[in-house]
């Protein structure tokens, strides 16, 4: 859901990182992204995060003429599945936000 440059980025608050807050992060080699699909490379292990939509909601936001820019600002309610290495994947539910026009 974003570009190559300002958001292009993976990110992973591991287990053992709740406590102190901690996150992994791939490198931006190592990392792309796809509408509903992540992917990177954390601690040398391939770790892919996946979505499926559950329920989704959007707004129209600016535009009304003077030359402002109109984008629509969608959520979504997704099921949630993270592979890391060969490791049992973990599932659960994602929020998931993108912006077009923005």
Known sequence: TFGDHKYNY???LAP??????QLRES??????QQQDAAYGVIG???VTASL???????TILGGGGGGAMEMKYENRLCAFTLQVGDRPPTTGLAYNERCFGC
């Open 44 to 46: 040398g292990e391939r």
């Open 10 to 12: 993976f990110k992973l």
């Open 16 to 21: 053992e990182g709740h406590g102190s807050g």
């Open 27 to 32: 490198a931006q080699a190592d990392t792309y």
């Open 52 to 58: 499926r939509e559950i329920a989704t909601w959007h």
